[in-house]
C-alpha cells in the first residue's frame, strides 16, 4: 500500500478486552499517534484492536480525532476511504445504541428493585444514636463543622438531621 511500516505493537498475553492503560504496546502505539508520527494503523483483525465495542469505539474516535486512518485487513475496512469511514460512523452508531439499551435496563432495574423495597445507593452509616447526639451537640450551641469532625461525619450528614 506504500505505507512505511516504523513498528509493530503486540501486547502478548493481554487480552483485546483490557483497557489502554492496561496494554502497554497499545498505549505506546496512541502516543506516537497523538505525537503525529503514525497516520495509518494497520491490523490484521477489529478483534485484535478491541474486544469490547466500548473500548473499540473509544480507541476510534480518539484515532479519528488525531486524523489517523486504519486499516484492518481480514474485515477490509479502511478508514481513509469513504466506505470505510461509513462503517466507522455506522460502528459509533451501533455502539452509542448499545450504550443506550444499557441505561435502559439499568434504570428499569433500579426501578423494579424499589418497588419490591430494595434500597438503591450506598448503605446509610445513620443510626438513631447518631442521630441523636448530633441534636444535642448542636443544641448545646456546637458548630456544624465541629460536630462534624468529632463524629467523623459528613457535614451534609449533620445537615440532614438537624
Same mark, same amino acid.
Given at each position: &500500500?506504500?505505507?512505511?511500516? +516504523?513498528?509493530?505493537?503486540? @501486547? %502478548?498475553?493481554?487480552?483485546?478486552?483490557?483497557?489502554?492503560?492496561?496494554?502497554? =504496546?497499545? @498505549?505506546? &502505539?496512541?502516543?506516537?499517534?497523538?505525537?503525529?508520527?503514525? *497516520? &495509518?494503523?494497520?491490523?490484521? @483483525?477489529?478483534?485484535?484492536?478491541?474486544?469490547?465495542?466500548?473500548?473499540? +469505539?473509544?480507541? #476510534?474516535?480518539? #484515532?479519528?480525532?488525531?486524523?489517523?486512518?486504519?486499516?484492518? %485487513?481480514?474485515?477490509?475496512?479502511? !478508514?481513509?476511504?469513504?466506505?470505510?469511514? &461509513?462503517?466507522?460512523?455506522?460502528?459509533?452508531?451501533?455502539?452509542?445504541?448499545?450504550?443506550? #439499551? +444499557?441505561?435502559e435496563?439499568?434504570?428499569?432495574?433500579?426501578?423494579? =428493585?424499589?418497588?419490591?423495597?430494595? %434500597? $438503591?445507593?450506598?448503605?446509610?452509616?445513620?443510626?438513631?444514636?447518631?442521630?441523636?447526639? +448530633?441534636?444535642?451537640?448542636?443544641? *448545646?450551641?456546637? =458548630?456544624i463543622?465541629? $460536630?462534624?469532625? !468529632? #463524629?467523623?461525619?459528613?457535614?451534609?450528614? $449533620?445537615?440532614s438531621?438537624?
Amino acid at each position: &500500500m506504500g505505507y512505511n511500516v +516504523i513498528s509493530e505493537f503486540i @501486547d %502478548h498475553g493481554i487480552s483485546g478486552t483490557k483497557t489502554r492503560v492496561e496494554r502497554p =504496546a497499545l @498505549d505506546e &502505539m496512541l502516543k506516537l499517534v497523538t505525537q503525529r508520527k503514525i *497516520q &495509518m494503523i494497520l491490523c490484521w @483483525d477489529i478483534s485484535r484492536l478491541g474486544r469490547s465495542l466500548q473500548h473499540l +469505539i473509544e480507541i #476510534l474516535n480518539e #484515532l479519528q480525532s488525531l486524523k489517523c486512518d486504519l486499516y484492518f %485487513h481480514k474485515n477490509g475496512i479502511d !478508514t481513509s476511504t469513504i466506505q470505510g469511514r &461509513m462503517i466507522f460512523q455506522i460502528c459509533g452508531c451501533l455502539a452509542e445504541f448499545e450504550r443506550s #439499551l +444499557i441505561s435502559e435496563r439499568v434504570r428499569a432495574g433500579q426501578v423494579r =428493585a424499589k418497588k419490591n423495597g430494595t %434500597h $438503591i445507593g450506598r448503605p446509610t452509616q445513620m443510626t438513631p444514636a447518631l442521630s441523636t447526639s +448530633i441534636r444535642l451537640m448542636r443544641e *448545646q450551641g456546637m =458548630a456544624i463543622g465541629r $460536630i462534624a469532625k !468529632t #463524629l467523623r461525619v459528613g457535614v451534609s450528614t $449533620i445537615y440532614s438531621v438537624i
